[in-house]
């Protein structure tokens, strides 16, 4: 069953007013936090209604993916890579998406410091933190992540605009926020990718300048965004 237009556009709506409601409560503006809608795994039926709305940010996990689903239709939309990025892929990450989220380790660093020397418009780049410190999952921890900015931005000379975080599922993520909040003010960075569709008005709270949604926008049928 495809998506009913109407109701895809209604939940955009409503995600758009509780985005504002959150952000005007924590005495922000709601045009300082972005949407991105989580894209991942979604088929084009489902996706072209919200595209229709004026949605513009959209969220991928794989880069192929990403190309196969994108390519001839990006023109004026924001594509962020938000899931895990292998080094042999990040020539065809550089090329094709304008921010890539999770930066997350020395090795990934390097590679995109050679694909994006002399580009002219090389991708926003966040840096994954871990604030769980949870084995599966990446980023880097919280203790070294002054460190690692510093390389990436010193050595590497990479302009890194913002942090992002997915907080343990089984935890409030609240404290998780605040950490983030707080590593992105010691150094200086402005962007906070942080909340998703369980979670992102307390995100809002804490600061994020970007909230990663799938399954409040999309429905439960997509992976969780």
Request: proline letters at 6%.
């Amino acid at each position: 069953m495809f998506p009913n237009p109407t109701d895809s556009a209604a939940s955009h709506a409503d995600l758009l007013r509780r985005i504002a409601v959150a952000a005007r409560a924590a005495g922000r503006q709601p045009r300082d936090v972005v949407l991105t809608a989580v894209s991942k795994q979604q088929p084009w039926q489902a996706i072209a209604p919200i595209l229709a709305t004026g949605q513009r940010v959209f969220g991928e996990n794989r880069v192929q993916e990403a190309v196969s689903r994108w390519e001839g239709r990006r023109d004026g939309l924001e594509l962020r890579l938000i899931g895990p990025l292998q080094t042999n892929k990040v020539r065809e990450a550089v090329a094709f998406f304008d921010v890539i989220e999770s930066l997350d380790r020395v090795r990934l660093a390097e590679s995109l410091a050679t694909e994006t020397a002399g580009m002219a418009r090389p991708p926003r780049l966040y840096i994954q933190v871990n604030t769980g410190e949870e084995v599966q999952k990446a980023g880097v921890a919280p203790r070294e992540a002054d460190s690692f900015i510093a390389d990436c931005r010193d050595r590497l000379k990479l302009v890194i605009e913002g942090l992002m975080c997915i907080p343990p599922a089984a935890e409030p993520a609240g404290p998780h926020f605040a950490l983030l909040a707080k590593i992105a003010r010691r150094n200086g960075l402005a962007g906070l990718s942080m909340g998703m569709s369980g979670d992102f008005e307390s995100a809002i709270a804490f600061g994020a300048t970007a909230v990663r949604v799938g399954s409040a926008l999309f429905g439960e049928r997509a992976a969780h965004g």
